[in-house]
């Protein structure tokens, strides 16, 4: 698509009338499709193959034929069609695995576990008496510190792997 847009574009300083005329009509259709290639996959086909079928109008047949590029279209239509093809097989690949889920249900033991040891605190430090609450939250905060302790030295790991 780049490439049609760049051979298009290398017409535009032709002082022939009729390669001019080619080269503004097919400039004109080739604005639309500016970006295409920032897109997503599906809106990039859904563009490339609207951009082919309004080729085939005659009027832009005949510039494509004063600017000798009927071999690039056909070049980019059969492009097209090989990766579509490839890009269904890949769907349907696809399609019998099921994503990992592994960031949900981290977020959500994270999140249990932040309710539990809000829970444990707060019984115990409203009710002292009971022993088990505070021994728990005693080792909890144990873990807790133990762990911040950790965390730290991974990030410094991968600071200095990086650096390297």
Known sequence: MGTLQSLVRAF?????????????????????????????????TEGINHLLQELKNPAYQTALAKLHLEAHVDSLAAAQKVFEKIYKERLTELKGKTPSQNKNVRLKLQE??????????????AYPERTH????????????????KRKPAKKVKEEVVEAN
């Open 112 to 125: 249990i576990y932040d309710f539990l040891v809000d829970f444990t605190a707060i019984g115990a430090y």
């Open 12 to 44: 535009a300083r032709v002082k022939d009338a009729a390669t001019k005329e080619a080269y503004e009509t097919l400039s004109q259709l080739l604005k639309n499709y500016t970006g295409l290639a920032a897109t997503s996959l599906e809106k990039e």
């Open 133 to 148: 609450m505070v021994d728990l939250r005693d080792h909890l905060n144990t873990i807790r510190s133990r762990y911040k």
